[in-house]
């Protein structure tokens, strides 16, 4: 996959939304990059990662590419240091595969989106992982996970072929109507 790849995975989930997003498990950047480009200029970006080495070559290129985005690294697990909110979205770019339990995870996402907030999420489409990507889900199955987490509606994005595992999708969900 490309930059311009990733950008038509995540464009029709970011489009419309508010300048403050969260990426979990952003890695190097890759869709940082296609975040900042869709956001453009207003962007104000957390990236979350383990990996400081990998968010010192993300600051690096957003900062060559994007210099007028804010962007903000913190060094954390997504499973257990999400950064408060709110945020208008939260990007989920091949990093949910690394949990076992991601309802937990998008139930801690839900409570961190603002009003009119949205997840976007990139994942290899099949339910039975490898060493490389331990546990993948369907974009079937990101249905349901969504549902059990308080999310509404899922919106099919995108989908391209892939090497590795046969395609990836992606698709925004929004937060369910909360009780006044």
Do not use: K, Q
Not at 28 to 34: C, I, K, N, Q, V
Request: aromatic letters at 8%; glycine letters at 12%.
């Amino acid at each position: 996959m490309n930059h311009a790849d990733h950008f038509g995975l995540i464009r029709g989930g970011v489009e419309g939304a508010g300048p403050r997003g969260l990426e979990l498990g952003a890695g190097e950047g890759a869709f940082t990059l296609a975040l900042a480009d869709c956001l453009g200029d207003r962007a104000s970006i957390v990236a979350l990662d383990r990996d400081r080495r990998a968010l010192e070559r993300l600051r690096d290129s957003v900062g060559a590419r994007f210099p007028t985005v804010a962007l903000e690294t913190i060094r954390g697990d997504y499973r257990t240091d999400l950064p408060g909110g709110p945020f208008d979205g939260v990007l989920a770019a091949n990093s949910l595969h690394f949990t076992d339990d991601p309802v937990s995870v998008l139930r801690a996402v839900a409570d961190r989106l603002g009003p009119d907030g949205r997840l976007v999420v990139v994942e290899y489409d099949a339910d039975r992982g490898n060493p490389w990507v331990p546990h993948p889900f369907s974009a079937a199955r990101f249905s349901e996970l969504a549902a059990a987490a308080g999310f509404g509606a899922v919106t099919p994005l995108g989908r391209v072929p892939s090497r590795f595992l046969d395609a990836i999708w992606s698709a925004v969900a929004r937060p369910a109507a909360r009780p006044g």
